[in-house]
């Protein structure tokens, strides 16, 4: 069942900063408009956010209700080393002269090389290097295991190279989870009136 999240919530949880840490949050369903998945085939989605991304503190985050992932489960590596199971988010380091990329090389390529190495079912998150943009882009797959499933274009990190790729680490993902909208506005009435308590209590006091 499709959730809806507020507007404002959107506009809070989207994309936040702390100090000079950055963290760029997927809360919305990624095929919303798109007839991806309904259709036979996989379909690439475009449409995505772009955005530079520091790797010693940003962070890509995503509500795990909406992609259906409950932990990170990371790798960074060349596609022969991909584990057959417990990975869900891939680094692919596809600049290794142990996989025949071809040129050019785009987010289908990419999917088929983690496929031809993962045997579980599930959906998860990659990060490859797109030769025609010459830039990494963040993909989300419906099933990392398998080479037909659809994919949508989440970001493409404007500012790194091919040979940032094997920086990241798994602190560079995280989830989190968006409340229901009933939650959701309980949060709102409850520190709303807190706010108002405290604005009569120091009114008082003066």
């Not at 379909?43 to 932990?71: C, H, M, Y």
């Not at 584990?83 to 040129?103: C, H, K, R, S, Y």
Request: net charge neutral; proline share 5%.
């Amino acid at each position: 069942m499709r959730r809806f999240v507020p507007a404002i919530a959107v506009l809070l949880f989207t994309f936040s900063t702390h100090a000079n840490a950055a963290t760029i949050t997927f809360i919305n369903d990624p095929f919303e408009g798109s007839t991806a998945l309904t259709t036979a085939g996989r379909q690439i989605v475009a449409g995505e956010l772009l955005t530079p991304f520091n790797i010693a503190t940003d962070v890509f985050q995503f509500e795990r209700n909406i992609f259906g992932i409950n932990q990170i489960l990371f790798i960074n590596n060349v596609a022969s080393a991909i584990p057959a199971t417990g990975v869900n988010v891939v680094v692919l380091e596809t600049f290794d002269d142990d996989a025949n990329l071809g040129t050019p090389f785009g987010a289908g390529n990419a999917a088929n090389l983690i496929a031809a190495q993962i045997t579980q079912t599930g959906p998860g998150f990659f990060i490859y290097f797109n030769s025609n943009l010459a830039l990494p882009r963040l993909v989300y797959s419906t099933d990392l295991g398998d080479n037909t499933a659809d994919l949508k274009i989440l970001a493409r990190i404007t500012n790194l190279t091919a040979g940032a790729l094997p920086q990241f680490t798994a602190s560079n993902f995280a989830l989190t989870t968006i409340p229901e909208p009933a939650t959701l506005l309980l949060m709102t009435t409850g520190g709303a009136l807190m706010a108002s308590r405290r604005l009569r209590r120091k009114r008082t006091r003066e």
